[in-house]
Antibody, heavy 122, light 105 residues
């Protein structure tokens, strides 16, 4: 069955960096677009970034543009989120999610991971 | 961005009840709406897609209706395992989420 397991979260100071990973199994990873989403404490879910199945197309929410980068390694069945210049308002649980098709226009989130907590605090 | 407004924020019901959660979009999203269930510390689980289509493996007591700007998720014959937070998501333009409804049994 489809499994998505995030890792890499932790506590970091403002201005610091983290790289989140999402290990995928149970499906042909290279055939699907993938998303990162986040949920800050007490807040609703927010979309963060999307990447097409072949990595050729990617988008990020305005609030993280220039600081976060989504990428993927199909040889390792792994999705990444490189987070630089972290701010306190980036504190959230970060989830990866698999879509139902290939492109960045695929926005139905068929399967999610349980998330990894990122805490940005001085 | 399309805003999604969910109500109620919390719902208390008993085993066997039928409950309904409402999600309203700030503009027309046709039927591009999904519903998810999330339990604490777990991954969200897709229940309904395209407003009324039951995802494979989801019990038939879950149902979705609506189009345009108003949508509902109903659970008939509430079970103890249905205790969770439910949220809607539009995927007509980009993707945005409702704030969630906590169902207590």
């Amino acid at each position: 069955q489809v499994q998505l397991v995030e890792s890499g979260g932790g506590v970091v100071r403002p201005g610091g960096s983290l790289r989140l990973s999402c290990a995928a199994s149970g499906f042909t990873f290279s055939s699907y677009g993938m998303h990162w989403l986040r949920q800050a404490p007490g807040k609703g879910l927010e979309w963060v970034a999307v990447i097409s199945n072949d990595g050729s197309d990617l988008y990020h929410v305005d609030s993280v543009k220039g600081r976060f980068t989504i990428s993927r390694d199909d040889s390792k069945n792994t999705l990444y989120l490189q987070m630089n210049s972290l701010r306190e308002d980036d504190t959230a649980v970060y989830h990866c999610a698999k879509t139902d098709c290939r492109s960045t226009g695929c926005r139905l989130l068929e399967h999610w991971g349980q998330g990894t907590l990122v805490t940005v605090s001085s | 961005d399309i805003q999604m407004t969910q109500s109620p924020s919390t719902l208390s019901a008993s085993v066997g009840d039928r409950v309904t959660i409402t999600c309203r979009a700030s503009q027309n999203i046709d039927s591009w709406l999904a519903w998810y269930q999330q339990k604490p510390g777990k991954a969200p689980n897709l229940l309904i897609y395209k407003a009324s289509n039951l995802q494979s493996g989801v019990p038939s007591r879950f149902s979705g209706r609506g189009s345009g700007t108003e949508f509902t998720l109903s659970i008939s014959g509430l079970q103890p395992d249905d205790s969770a937070t439910y949220f809607c998501q539009q995927y007509h333009i980009h993707l945005t989420f409702g704030q969630g409804t906590k169902v207590e049994i």
